[in-house]
């Protein structure tokens, strides 16, 4: 099972970004870093910080389960847009020679784009549990909803 983050907007066509859902626990921890802490340090995530004493834009990402979860609105899509548009430059500027970090860079530009979408067909926030979600052997069905569904 993993994450797969796109307009729903009824479109088949519009682009998504998908993980697996250790992949989304390796690239969550990346804008968490750029943020100034580390996700290990959060409740839910192996420590005792609580989300009420970081101030990120990228909360409803950061926090989001690997799976399942509720989709997020097109507000938080927004939100969440210009603090990844700040990250992905200043990871361009870092990013020589380091592989994950480009990795990372390449998810985020995907992601940016899935919330890019979002804000500008203003997706109503309704859940949506019929779509396609990333098991072990590939696309599965399940109830992998995100921004502003998941799981296509």
């Known amino acids: 099972m993993g994450l797969v983050l796109f307009p729903g907007d009824g479109d ?5 970004v998908s993980w ?18 580390d996700l290990s340090e959060m409740r839910g995530f192996g420590g005792e910080r609580l989300w009420t004493e970081v101030s ?5 990402l950061l926090d989001h389960p690997g799976t399942g979860g509720a989709d997020l609105p097109p507000a938080a ?11 992905i430059e200043r990871w361009v500027a870092e990013s020589a020679g380091d592989p ?6 390449e998810d985020a530009r995907r ?10 067909k203003d997706v109503p926030h309704t859940p949506d549990r ?4 990333w098991g072990p052997g590939g696309p599965t069905y399940g109830e992998s909803r995100c ?5 296509r």
């Open 147 to 151: 921004c502003c569904r998941g799981g």
């Open 111 to 120: 992601l940016a784009e899935v919330l890019r979408l979002c804000v500008e």
């Open 56 to 60: 990120t834009a990228l909360e409803p």
């Open 12 to 16: 088949d066509g519009t682009p998504d």
């Open 130 to 133: 019929s779509r396609r979600a």
């Open 77 to 87: 899509c927004a939100s969440m847009l210009g603090r990844l548009r700040e990250i």
């Open 20 to 37: 697996s859902y250790s992949g989304f626990a390796v690239f969550r921890r990346r804008p968490a870093e750029a943020e100034g802490f």
């Open 100 to 105: 994950r970090l480009r990795r990372a860079q």
